[in-house]
């Protein structure tokens, strides 16, 4: 049996030292209680709650400034870890029936180091983007026909005027629904995609060139380019495509719908003679884009620009009246060969991205708050490894911090030291 100092307790495996209202610091830890800290770190909205968590589970007083130290030091080594193209683990790769690959932005926001809390960069925000990325082992829901679309008529959902408000961000318009009063209320309709098995996820603020070669090593790992199906999604933005085509051209592209809906939805309302108006022709064009006919959704509304007067080519002020319908003729026809739904839905592969915006509020749960600042980039980039390593289905924050080489009461030798 190990012996402790004098000085120190255990507490559930954990040792302390009998200096509790100083707070721990790094040469008083073990690998156990890094592990303990970590943990906590990815899941309580902040280090002072977690010094609070701490004190009242295990009733030992832990500073949110050892806390910051050492999920800094073990993000950062999470970090490099990737940078040195390590691969974690001898875990034994099933190769997916279907792979499926997600991407998007999100932002956080972050500070000078050393100059305080909240102090911003100078001449910046203080808002970074972030870039994440979600690798899904994923099946057909229940019994998949190949060459069968599952769900050819427009699910539900997205005609629902509460759902379909929510989704684009509107306040919610007083129009009849689907079923309303006096009408019969038709068959519910549900989309049901793939179901997930296993998922994994990246996130980082590198640029874009970066964070594709990331993403690509992470794919191989999971041996996503030997699935037999295989699917890359994401929104309209620029990045996205190019680390398809650099690095997943053999990948079906996909545009999510859920963001066509809220480019349709908007551009509906901004034509609509009254709100009613507006959500018929909504769910016009909805429908067409489900049933993959969206050049005859672009031609009805560069026809309706153009007698208006407006190019639809051209863009618009922010106060433009028709700049939504402009902005969604572009989007759309940019995204056009991205958008072949039917044919998707028949090789049992995803139309909505659904899962990465999920994935994205997960993340922001942890990164993303009032008063919440990063330091820039070492902070910033530390807490995000952590945070998704925490979010992988595979335990890889656990295996890393199970393995991890420490020294209980010794400060380790690396520049990561340094909060």
């Known amino acids: 049996m190990r012996r402790l100092p004098p000085t120190a307790r255990s507490v559930g495996g954990l040792f302390f030292p ?152 509107k ?44 993403m690509e090593r992470e794919a191989r790992r999971r041996r996503f380019f030997e699935a037999p199906r295989r699917a890359f999604l994401g929104d309209g933005l620029p ?11 053999d990948f079906t592209p996909i545009l999510d719908f859920i963001h066509v809906l809220q ?7 901004a034509l609509g003679e009254d709100e009613q108006a507006g959500w018929s022709l909504y769910v016009e064009h909805v429908t067409l884009c489900w049933a993959g006919r969206v050049d005859q959704v672009i031609a009805e509304l560069t026809a309706a620009c153009q007698r208006q007067g407006v190019d ?34 028949k090789a049992g592969l995803p139309v909505t991205s659904a899962p990465m915006e999920s994935l994205i509020k997960q993340i922001n749960m942890r990164v993303k708050g009032t008063e919440m600042f990063w330091d820039d980039p070492a902070g910033a980039e530390a807490i995000l490894h952590l945070r998704a390593a925490s979010l992988c289905d595979d335990d890889r924050l656990n295996e890393y911090l199970k393995t991890r080489p420490g020294h209980p009461f010794i400060r380790r030798s690396t520049s990561l030291n340094a909060a």
């Open 239 to 249: 990045w996205n495509w190019s680390i398809w085509k650099e690095h997943f051209p």
């Open 263 to 269: 480019y349709l939805y908007q551009a509906a309302e």
């Open 18 to 169: 009998q200096r509790t209202e100083l707070g721990l610091d790094a040469r008083a830890v073990t690998p156990e209680l890094v592990r303990t800290v970590c943990h906590l770190a990815t899941e309580v909205r902040s280090f002072e709650r977690v010094s609070v968590v701490m004190k009242r589970v295990w009733g030992v007083e832990i500073s949110d400034t050892t806390i910051n130290r050492l999920a800094r030091q073990v993000g950062g080594e999470l970090s490099e870890r990737e940078a040195n193209q390590q691969q974690g683990g001898d875990k034994e790769v099933v190769v997916p029936a279907m792979a499926v690959v997600c991407c998007d932005g999100g932002r956080i926001r972050t500070r000078e180091p050393g100059r305080g809390r909240g102090v911003r960069l100078s001449g910046e925000t203080g808002w970074r983007e972030t870039k994440n990325a979600l690798f899904d082992r994923m099946t057909p829901q229940g019994e998949h026909c190949p060459g069968v679309d599952p769900c050819p008529q427009l699910p539900s959902s997205f005609r629902s005027v509460k759902k379909v408000a929510e989704i684009a961000g």
């Open 171 to 214: 306040a919610l318009p007083e129009v009849r629904d689907v079923g309303g009063e006096g009408e019969q209320v038709p068959e519910r309709i549900v989309y049901r995609g793939p179901r997930r098995v296993l998922r994994t996820v990246l996130s980082s603020m590198a640029c874009s060139e970066d964070f594709g070669r990331m």
């Open 312 to 345: 639809p080519g051209e863009k618009l002020p922010e106060e433009h009246p028709l700049k939504p319908v402009t902005d969604a003729v572009r989007y759309l026809d940019n995204n056009r060969q991205r958008m072949k739904y039917p044919e998707y839905r």
